[in-house]
């Protein structure tokens, strides 16, 4: 191979996806991205960027053994809760005990879902060189499989946060949450059908990383939809297995003694700590990015952005809930959603020391930094669902008016028009 | 112990614990209690030489034991990382039951070689692999065997050497080694003490500061063979030591005709260079066995262009999607300018470029 010498590497860019499947690359224009110029100038958006750029570096340095030793004492208390859980519930003899188990088997999984599995998938663990916090090792005990999580979560949800036709997590494909989504008649539905996904969190989770959806309309390969259906059906069946065979049929040595009901109670009880797991992460879930004052982008607006532009993204796309130590725990620090938008990589347990950073500089440009009490969040979260919900009276906004569909079609003749001059000029687009 | 920890590890109790192992469990009563983990207490650490220690170690019960001239990835776990590197086990198979020792010569910069010469304590917990290598004697040792080794290249050979002795094998056995000076040299002793044996010569040579009246002088050449009146092509031999006395030792055979006699095994000790020039250095992806020019641009693109097609997702820094484990080298993060030069590292290989040589798990 020849020694060429490449051009240095920008720094401080944050869209140099070239090869990216999805790009926020504009390749037919340098037009610098608008987003946050209502805010600020372009300089200070690059000044905004170096400085987040610093805190991170400061974060990142500091990581070391109280680091370690947080997330080893969190799954310390996850597996003894766990353990107990599973204990209580083969009492089911003894209600208080057996209720007690429940609470401990939800709070278990509530634990390895969001302070450690959701947490050490981001890679934020990373560093340890541990293997059991390794983020591309770690599996977590849900239905949906942590790859094609990761996949959609850490790839597609962060990077194109709260961009209209790439963030597939606006409303997870079922619900309108924000304006600017086109009205369809089932979101008429909206309320009642948050509150069944809500029950299910977990399934829906597991669905919406098979990407039916991006299948049929032909964005992913065959083989790769397949993929994602063959992992899914395998943990499907190991986490069923689990929870809803494997230990109500240990609970049938109960039987002499207690009745033939043992094996149902047991049963009974996985199903309630799933579910408590499920209406837990659901809420925390949607409060961090679908109440009301949270900013969703156009993809227009967001071609061509720079590292500050993306960084300001993700302060107005994200919203916090406020509350004491052990909630932001349950919560997996994801009540700084703003702060774990910012840095995904660094451990959670940092967010709060760096929120003070983050509030000097919000308060520095003037910017919006969305918080509140959890009650309020979810009023909020309630509010939009409802709301939007409506048929809106702007055709535009109506998912199937003739008005929308000429502007998709419209939309669509001027892409394959783009692809087809790519064609013809492919070194145009390296 | 036997058939706990097999029932441990059978699948009705994986089903039961998934998505996890039963050792993520047990790790929480004791590290040391462990399925399938390997896991030794330091039971001593032993000055050899000004820079060089034994350490001796006692592994936990999912051990399988070791091969003479296998290594180990031994781990230490330092300010909340864990540092992973292969040393040689040095001990004899046939030595005090439960235990087993590694033998460490501290490089300069070198992280853990250090840590464990100067600061490793009794009683501390360190995170192993099993055994593994084929740099080991055959089952049925020949008659004829030499052992040549060159510096800390002595301790997968020492292994094997002593095995022999306390195993009591009758075959001739030659042990020919390099270090710079008597006073450079590991397990001085015990070598002492092998050279009593009838079956068995030992050879040093101190190549800085020869013994007064030595029969051998300077760095390996094939008269030294000669010397002691061993014949390549009937002669199982084993070398292990720095690259150069390795490949004199290989262009001697392969000259003979003896290649086949041959079992080499290198102590890849990584060079780091931190003010390397913009893109220079040669990029190895280790995996594909490629190697490149350092091009200047991001490891993930270098990788590209050498026809790999690593995972990548957002390309800047943010997904952990690229992820791939830097076996040595030093690189640098495009964003924060960040040097990194850890042995066995994890990197996103979208954000950062090779500064040097740089080799990675791609
Ligand atoms: C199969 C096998 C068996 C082995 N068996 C043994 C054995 O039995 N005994 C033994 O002693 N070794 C053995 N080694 C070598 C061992 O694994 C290590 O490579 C060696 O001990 C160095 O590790 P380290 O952590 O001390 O150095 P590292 O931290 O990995 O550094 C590697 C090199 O880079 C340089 N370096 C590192 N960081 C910097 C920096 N910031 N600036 C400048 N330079 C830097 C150091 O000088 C050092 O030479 C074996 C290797 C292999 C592959
Ligand atoms: S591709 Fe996303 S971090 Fe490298």
Redesign the pocket.
């Known amino acids: 191979m020849a020694k060429t010498k490449n051009a240095p590497i920008k720094p401080h860019s944050a869209s140099n996806h070239n090869a990216a499947p999805l790009s926020l690359v504009n390749t037919h224009s340098d037009k610098k991205a608008t987003i946050g110029l209502e805010y600020m100038t372009y300089e200070q958006l690059e000044e905004f960027g170096e400085e987040l750029n610093a805190v991170r570096q400061r974060v990142l340095d500091d990581l070391g053994q109280k680091d370690a030793d947080y997330i080893r004492r969190v799954i310390k208390v996850q597996k003894a809760s766990e353990v107990l859980g599973r204990i209580g519930i083969f009492m089911p003899f003894f209600p208080p005990a057996f209720i007690a188990g429940i609470l401990f088997l939800g709070l278990a999984k509530i634990l390895d879902n969001m302070e450690i599995g959701h947490n050490v998938m981001h890679g934020q663990y990373d560093w340890m060189n541990d293997p059991m916090v390794d983020a591309s090792r770690y599996e977590w005990d849900n239905i949906a499989p942590s790859k094609d999580w990761k996949h959609g979560h850490n790839y597609i949800h962060h990077t194109y946060t709260n961009i209209h036709g790439m963030d597939r997590d606006i409303g997870y494909n079922m619900f309108r949450i924000d304006e600017d989504q086109p009205w369809y008649a089932s979101h008429r539905f909206n309320l009642p059908l948050a509150f069944i996904l809500m029950l299910v969190f977990e399934w829906g989770i597991m669905y919406h990383g098979v990407e039916l959806d991006q299948y049929l309309q032909g964005k992913i390969t065959k083989e790769d939809f397949q993929g994602r259906k063959k992992r899914a059906l395998k943990k499907i069946r190991k986490q069923v297995f689990k929870d809803y065979v494997a230990w109500p049929l240990l609970g049938l040595a109960l039987v002499p003694f207690v009745g033939w009901w043992a094996p149902v109670a047991i049963l009974v009880a996985n199903i309630v700590a799933n579910v408590i797991r499920n209406v837990w992460s659901f809420i925390i879930i949607f409060c961090g990015h679908f109440p009301a004052e949270v900013q969703t982008f156009a993809e227009e607006d967001a071609q061509n952005e720079t590292r500050g532009q993306w960084y300001l993204r993700q302060l107005l796309g994200s919203a916090n809930i406020s509350g004491h130590k052990p909630f932001h725990v349950l919560t997996g620090n994801l009540s700084y959603q703003v702060e774990h938008h910012l840095f995904p990589d660094i451990p959670a347990r940092r967010y709060p020391e760096v929120a003070e950073d983050v509030k000097l500089l919000v308060e520095k440009y003037g910017l919006q930094y969305n918080t509140g009490r959890l009650s309020k969040q979810v009023a909020s979260v309630i509010r939009q669902l409802a709301k939007l919900g409506h048929k809106p009276d702007d055709p535009y906004k109506i998912g199937n008016s003739p008005e929308s569909k000429a502007l998709r079609r419209a939309k669509r003749e001027a892409a394959a028009a783009r692809r087809e001059e790519e064609a013809r000029a492919p070194q145009l687009t390296s | 112990m036997g058939i706990i920890r097999k029932a441990l590890s059978s699948r009705p109790v994986a089903s039961l614990t998934s998505p996890h192992t039963i050792d993520h469990y047990l790790d929480q009563i004791h590290p040391m209690l462990a399925a399938e983990n390997v896991r030794a207490r330091v039971v001593e650490v032993v000055q050899e030489t000004g820079d060089a220690s034994t350490v001796i170690l006692r592994p936990n019960g999912a051990w399988k034991g070791f091969t003479p001239g296998q290594?180990v990835q031994f781990g230490v776990e330092v300010d909340g990382t864990r540092?992973v590197?292969?040393?040689?086990v040095?001990s004899s198979r046939a030595a005090k039951k439960g235990t087993f020792s590694?033998?460490?010569?501290?490089?300069?910069?070198?992280?853990?070689?250090?840590f464990l010469h100067h600061e490793l304590k009794p009683r501390t917990i360190v995170y192993l692999s099993q055994a593994e290598?084929e740099f080991v004697l055959p089952r049925d040792v020949p008659d004829n065997l030499l052992l040549i080794s060159g510096g800390?290249g002595i301790?997968?050979v020492m292994s094997m050497i002593r095995t022999l002795r306390d195993t009591g094998h009758q075959g001739r056995v030659t042990f020919l080694h390099y270090a710079r000076s008597r006073d450079d040299e590991m397990f001085t002793a015990d070598l002492d003490a092998l050279a009593e044996a009838a079956n068995v010569t030992v050879m040093r040579v101190y190549t800085r500061r020869p013994a007064p009246g030595a029969e051998l002088k300077g760095r390996f050449h094939v008269d030294h063979l000669k010397h002691l009146g061993i014949d390549p092509t009937d002669t199982l031999t084993y070398v292990c030591g720095p690259a150069g006395l390795i490949a004199t030792v290989r262009d001697t055979y392969t000259e003979l005709g003896a290649a086949d006699q041959l079992r080499l095994?290198?102590?890849?000790?990584?060079?780091?260079d931190?003010d390397a020039a913009d893109a220079t250095g040669t990029l190895t992806f280790d995996d594909a066995r490629i190697e490149a020019d350092n091009s200047g641009a991001t490891i993930l693109e270098q990788a590209e262009a050498a026809g790999l097609k690593p995972e990548f997702g957002c390309r800047m820094g943010v997904c952990n999607t690229c992820v791939v484990k830097k076996n040595?080298g030093?690189v640098r993060h495009v964003i924060s300018n960040e040097i990194s030069?850890?042995?066995d590292e994890t990197i996103k290989i979208c954000v950062h470029v090779p500064v040097g040589d740089v080799n990675v798990a791609l």
Not at chain 2, 265 to 272: G, I, L, M, N, R
């Open positions: 290594h540092r590197r292969c040393f040689s040095s590694v033998s460490v010569k501290a490089h300069p910069d070198g992280y853990v070689s250090q290598g800390s301790t997968p095994e290198y102590f890849k000790v990584p060079s780091v931190l040595h030093a030069a850890n042995t």
